[in-house]
């Protein structure tokens, strides 16, 4: 069973920066692929961005590219997002999520492992 736990949410005004990080625990196969994901009140949950913790590729979402970078520190088994550049429109709780392969950030619901959550806001 895998355990993830994120942190690093929070608050800042347009334009600031925000690092997350999704510290996993458990059976390493099961998070081959780690993702964040966030979900906005009254809007339904999306994808931010996906890492294969074994080859480092990544998939980003549109809306975030060239903004935010994911990362990962085979290590400590924790996966990052670096946020930058953030936009009112970023506002959400974020969470990582982990399975043994990618579905797709459109796919959410096929991940099996989901941290908590931590909520991001951005002020304009």
């Not at 930058?84 to 709780?93: Q, R």
């Not at 999520?97 to 950030?105: E, K, S, V």
């Amino acid at each position: 069973q895998v355990q993830l736990v994120g942190s690093g949410g929070g608050s800042v005004q347009a334009g600031g920066s925000l690092r997350l990080s999704c510290a996993a625990s458990g059976p390493t196969y099961s998070s081959n692929c780690m993702g964040w994901f966030r979900q906005a009140p009254g809007k339904e949950r999306e994808g931010v961005a996906t890492i294969y913790t074994g080859s480092g590729s990544t998939d980003y979402a549109d809306s975030v590219k060239g903004r935010f970078t994911i990362s990962q520190d085979n290590a400590k088994n924790t996966v990052y997002l670096q946020m930058n550049s953030l936009k009112p429109e970023d506002t959400a709780v974020y969470y990582c999520a982990a399975d043994y392969r990618c579905y797709g950030l459109n796919m959410w619901w096929h991940f099996s492992y989901w941290g908590q959550g931590t909520q991001v806001t951005v002020s304009s």
